[in-house]
């Protein structure tokens, strides 16, 4: 085992743990909109750029700091992360419900420039859970593969669930102090 390997990982881990975050209805019609401007004009469908905006209030409501999220519309896409956290950047990766056993995904033509990479499921429209994380090194090694997505054709670092950190439910905080 070398130090980018888990001590336990995702997959080994029951879904029961894995961190759930709800999003009212309040949160989730703003961020809806923030995802519908963002998909204008750039690649991806709509419905992936809104569940990608989820995802990432997702992450940032667990770890009690919703107000971070990045409202930005990035003409040539965003620096390579979504949230700056007590200093470290993270990108956030969000798959859609169908996904079975998903792995975190990250565009091989692109630069590693977030410190961790988090994959999160939508499992409904308010609830997502965060399935674990992944440092900067363990995504820079990831096999990459050639797959299709959103009709294109895409090369992607893919880091499976047996490669990820878990994060325990229980260091997430739902309200800021």
């Known amino acids: 085992m070398s130090t980018s390997d888990p001590l336990v990982s995702v997959s080994e881990m029951p879904k029961a743990v894995q961190p759930t975050v709800e999003i009212s209805d309040a949160k989730r ?4 909109e923030l995802g519908t401007m963002r998909a204008r004009g750039g690649p991806g469908s709509i419905e ?9 209030f997702a992450v940032a409501k667990f770890f ?4 971070k999220v990045d409202d930005e519309i990035y003409e040539h896409g965003d ?4 949230l700056q956290i007590d200093g470290k950047t993270i990108d956030v990766k969000t798959v859609d419900p169908r ?6 995904m990250v565009d091989a033509t692109r630069n590693i420039e977030a410190d961790y990479y988090v994959l999160v499921q939508e499992l409904n429209a308010n609830t997502y ?3 674990g994380y992944a440092p900067a090194p363990v995504v ?9 997505l959103d009709g294109y054709a895409k090369r992607l670092r893919v880091v499976e669930q047996y490669d990820l ?3 325990p439910s229980y260091i997430g905080v739902s309200e800021r102090p």
Not at 48 to 56: D, L, P, Q, T
Not at 64 to 67: L, R, T
Not at 140 to 148: I, T, Y
């Open 140 to 148: 820079k090694n990831a096999d990459v593969r050639p797959l299709r």
């Open 48 to 56: 992936n750029h809104i569940r990608g905006i989820m995802g990432e």
């Open 64 to 67: 009690g700091v919703p107000e």
């Open 165 to 167: 950190f878990p994060i």
């Open 129 to 131: 859970r965060i399935i």
């Open 29 to 32: 019609i703003p961020l809806s």
């Open 99 to 104: 996904a079975n056993n998903p792995g975190l």
């Open 79 to 82: 620096p390579g992360y979504d």
